[in-house]
């Protein structure tokens, strides 16, 4: 049995730590979840070779767990002194100055920024820019009658859009696709993958620092917060990291939901389920972001009967919760709405930018099937490759068939604005005043 790191308990359980991180729990996330159930609330898990950590499988235990500012910080460095420094999770789960790793004041100043300047992305025109996009996307594999919904429209959909509306160079957006999926792709390098896109937007900070743009950068840079460059360079990092990768699992998983509906008979043409559907059901089931929000005892502690450590890892398996066995959690007539489900989590660290990826993933989901309305699945569900990772849930590719379409028409009025032109800014005066 592999020891202890520092942070697990000091008596190891009988039970070696179910991997979370291989092909075969990217393979059956839910059979593995239905064991880890069967130790109790929270069980021992490896999310990384020599990482181990406690997943709360139960519903009731991860809300407590996310709403308990007490017992529980959010700032990881007393576990993460004692990870290895090549560890494949430190670019998700180490420290930095953002609002997902630190509590109290601090917490609310950065939370306060990112909230102020995500309410600048007006939805009209979000939906606009994201049809544009998506138009744009569709008619570069449209008149070949096969794609992958993956790597040609839900992988780069959302980065065009973020790094349109932060004002990155239309030449960088590559790197910032590499960076944002590589941080999370466990058979990548993560750290220089999470040091591309920290490049990226230093200099992106630095040019507008110089020379202030009508993008949320420059909104950022005069928030009232007085943000310096590194705590700016920090929060775009965050934002662009933890929008782009669920974003575009939500798409592909909710495209995949309707292609292998047994009401669409494989195919999209002539079935019932709306994307709203879609979207809802995948949230419940199979949320992008599966296991995260990393938590960790301020001090030694029982929590739901089961002892922890101070400075344990301390993660929420948000799929696990959602699909535990009460009626209340898998009748889909009683999750009819997206109110209970913890996809977006909850507390003071819940997801800012619910309403954003929403709107995206709808519409992105709703240009693509009203163009190509025949599409379906090029190979059996059971065939689809599933990315291998702790933290996420999302097929690797999506490989799809359809008619050929002679063209796509390109959008008209605003959504065929520059990105840059129609991000709300204000600058050299109050932000929010």
Known sequence: MTPPVPGTPAAPSILEPLALYGAAFAADPHGHYRKLRAQGPLARVRVAPDVDAMLVTDYHAAVDLLRDTETFTKDPRAWQAGVPADSPVLPVLGHRPTALFTDGAVHARYRDAINDTLALIEPHLLRAEVTRVAQRLIADFSATGTGDLIAQYARGLPLHVFTASFGVAPEDTERVVRGTAGMMDPAADATAAYDELVGVVTALVAERRRRPGRDLTTYLLAHPAGLDDD??????????????????????????????????????HGGAMTAHEAVNDV??????????????????????????????????????ANTQSPPSFTDPAARSGDGAHLAWSTGPHRCPAKQPALLMAMTAIEQLTSQLCDLELAVEPDALVWRPGPFHRAP?????????????????GPGARQATDHVPTRVGGTPNG
């Open 396 to 412: 690797a590719h999506l490989p799809v068939r359809f008619t050929p379409l002679d063209s796509v028409p390109e959008p008209a």
């Open 283 to 320: 949230l419940w089931r199979d949320p992008p972001l599966a296991n995260m929000g990393a938590h960790f005892p301020r001090h030694d502690t029982e929590f739901h009967g089961v002892p922890l450590r101070a400075g344990q890892l301390v993660l929420v398996s948000f799929a696990a």
């Open 231 to 268: 705590e700016t360079v920090r929060q775009i990092t965050l934002i662009m990291s933890t929008g782009h990768d669920p974003t575009t699992n939500l798409i592909g998983n909710a495209l995949l939901r309707m292609l292998s509906d047994t009401g669409y008979g494989g195919s999209l």
